[in-house]
């Protein structure tokens, strides 16, 4: 059958290919395909969203409803953002360092932040977790940051892919929940040993590229250099954790709770979160640690 008039004219069909495109680069910035590459286009993707529609509309967009955000204290993100009026300042960041675990569902995301409001800018570094949902597309498992002065030059990236996709996939939730068990007796052994000898838990259970994210400072890198900072800064680190999740491929975790820190005799409290790899000889260490006032 010949038509006497097409179906689409060329704007209608513009418009259609700009939604199909949208939509596409939408569904790839939030999908995994098991590398790191995905991970980054997500946060990315997140970052973006921020700038173009305020700080409320990108964490509802990445978080689902087990969310959890740290302002201050750990509270789910639908919660926080339905209470709270986030739209009196710009927040943009950029990944620095990203792991993916192997099983390409569960990874983490840190870097540095500007936040902008009243004219004024304060900076800092962040922290993210990421899990994929059922659908493959990334969501947001925790976030945090911690701020700090100016930073004086641009970090260094480091995008890390798993070394092996090969993993045995434990599919028995019991299994499950004794692998994440097996996480929070490593933090509580951690803190068990900083409540007694903060020198060695440290020396012990940091990876030697580790990363602290410590209020008032930019990211400190390398076990020397963070024992080194507690030591010469006179700060005293007693935690309790309080939860943990381990990734399907069994070589990335977090633990969080809460921490009391003594700093040349004063105490505070803080919230913390430890991010765990499997490294050489099946030990577990922690590869970043991040505490919030």
């Known amino acids: 059958r010949v038509l006497s008039t097409p179906l689409f004219n060329m704007r209608q069909i513009c418009i259609l290919f700009s939604i199909l495109l949208f939509t596409l680069k939408t569904a790839v910035a939030q999908t995994s395909n098991g590398e790191v590459s995905s991970l980054v286009a997500a946060e990315n993707y997140f970052a973006g969203i921020a700038k173009e529609k305020g700080i409320k ?5 990445v978080s689902d409803d087990k969310t959890i955000i740290f302002r201050p204290g750990p509270v789910k993100a639908v919660d926080f953002f339905d209470k709270h009026n986030t739209e009196n300042g710009e927040l ?3 990944p620095a360092l990203a792991k993916i675990s192997k099983s390409g569902d569960w990874g983490f ?14 900076y800092g570094d962040y922290l993210s977790v990421w899990k994929m949902n059922s659908k493959g597309v990334w969501k947001l498992t925790l976030d945090l940051g911690v701020n700090h002065p100016k930073p004086k030059k641009e970090p260094e990236l480091f995008f890390t892919d798993p070394a092996s996709s090969r993993f045995f996939r434990q599919r ?4 499950q929940k004794q692998r994440e068990e097996m ?8 803190s068990k040993t900083l409540a007694k000898y903060n020198n060695l838990a440290y020396n012990v259970f940091l990876a ?3 990363r602290l994210l410590f209020p008032g400072n930019q990211p400190i890198i390398g076990k020397r250099a963070i024992t080194d900072f507690l030591r010469y800064q ?3 680190v007693n935690t309790e954790p309080v939860k943990a999740d381990r990734a399907t491929g069994s070589d990335l975790a977090y633990t969080y709770g809460s921490a009391s820190i003594s700093q040349k005799g004063f105490v505070k409290k803080y919230n913390y979160v430890r991010i765990w790899e499997v490294q050489d000889g099946h030990k577990w260490n922690v590869i970043v640690e991040i505490f919030t006032p």
């Open 109 to 122: 995301t840190t870097g540095p932040f500007e936040y902008k409001a009243d004219e004024k800018i304060s």
């Open 208 to 210: 030697d590229n580790a």
């Open 183 to 190: 996480i929070m007796t490593s933090d509580q052994l951690f």
């Open 92 to 94: 943009s960041w950029r």
């Open 234 to 236: 006179e700060i005293e």
């Open 172 to 175: 028995s939730a019991a299994r």
């Open 57 to 61: 509309k990108a964490f509802l967009t």
